[in-house]
C-alpha cells in the first residue's frame, strides 16, 4: 500500500508570493490534516478535511486554506508569503476514527526569501 | 483549546540507560494519548498510545503511563540503543484536532 505523498518537496518562494502544496492519503483514508513544523514549536496544527469538509482549524491566519476532493486529495494553500512561513509542511492521513494513527508524507519544505 | 507541554526539550543519555520524556496536557476533555518519533530527515512515526482509560501501556522496550487526575502522560524507554537518537512528540487529541508538544531531542551516547 503507498503511503502518504506530498509534492512538492522543496520549493523556494519570494515574500508575497502564494504557494499550494498537495497531499495524496493512503487510499481508503479519508481524513487529512495538515501541520507546520519548525525547529522548536513542534508539530502546529493547521487544519483537517474529512469528505471534502474541513472539520477542525487551529490558529493560524487566513492567509492559510485547504481544500480537500472527492478523491480526499488535499491541497493547502498560503496566500501572501511571509519570512515566518519558512518550514516543514507535514500532511496526514488516517482513517475515520479521530483516535486512529496518523500516517505522515515526508512533507514539503519551503523557503521563503 | 488543548495546549501540550512537554519537557525536556533536549534529553542525553548513555546506551543502556532509560529516557524519560514528560507531558502535560490541559483539556480534562482528551482521551487520547500517542507518541511519534522522527529520525533525523524523515516523517513522525507513531510509536506508542494509550487511551485515557488506561494507567499504563508497554511494548518491549518503551512504555506510556498516563494520570488523568493530573492530566500528565510520559513515556519510558529502557535499555536505550543508538536507534533511539530521534525526536520525539507527544500529543493528546481535543475534539478531532491532535495538538502536538514541542518535542524532544534524544540523543543516545555510545
Known amino acids: 500500500k503507498a503511503g502518504v505523498t506530498q509534492t512538492p518537496r522543496y520549493l523556494i518562494k519570494t515574500r508575497g508570493q502564494q504557494v499550494t502544496l498537495s497531499c495524496s492519503p493512503i487510499?481508503?483514508?479519508?481524513?487529512v490534516s495538515w501541520y507546520q513544523q519548525t525547529p522548536g514549536q513542534g508539530l502546529q496544527f493547521l487544519f483537517e478535511?474529512?469528505?471534502?469538509?474541513?472539520?477542525n482549524k487551529g490558529n493560524f491566519p487566513g492567509r492559510f486554506s485547504g481544500r480537500q476532493f472527492s478523491n480526499s486529495r488535499s491541497e493547502m494553500n498560503v496566500s501572501t508569503l511571509e519570512l515566518g512561513d519558512s518550514a516543514l509542511y507535514l500532511c496526514?492521513?488516517?482513517?475515520?476514527?479521530?483516535?486512529?494513527?496518523?500516517?505522515f508524507g515526508e512533507g514539503s519544505r519551503l523557503t521563503v526569501l | 483549546g488543548e495546549n501540550v507541554e512537554q519537557h525536556p526539550s533536549t534529553l542525553s543519555v548513555q546506551e543502556g540507560d532509560s529516557a524519560v520524556i514528560k507531558c502535560t496536557y490541559s483539556d480534562s476533555a482528551s482521551n487520547y494519548f500517542p507518541w511519534y518519533k522522527q529520525e533525523l530527515g524523515k516523517r513522525p512515526q507513531l510509536i506508542i498510545d494509550?487511551?485515557?482509560?488506561?494507567g499504563e501501556k508497554k511494548d518491549q522496550r518503551i512504555a506510556v503511563t498516563l494520570n488523568k487526575t493530573a492530566k500528565h502522560f510520559s513515556l519510558h524507554i529502557t535499555e536505550t540503543q543508538p536507534e533511539d537518537s530521534a525526536v520525539y512528540f507527544c500529543a493528546a487529541k481535543d475534539d478531532y484536532k491532535l495538538s502536538f508538544g514541542a518535542g524532544t531531542t534524544v540523543t543516545v551516547r555510545a
Open positions: 496526514a492521513s488516517r482513517q475515520q476514527s479521530p483516535s486512529g494513527e496518523l500516517f
Open positions: 487510499s481508503g483514508h479519508r481524513s
Open positions: 494509550i487511551r485515557s482509560n488506561v
Open positions: 478535511y474529512f469528505s471534502e469538509t474541513q472539520r
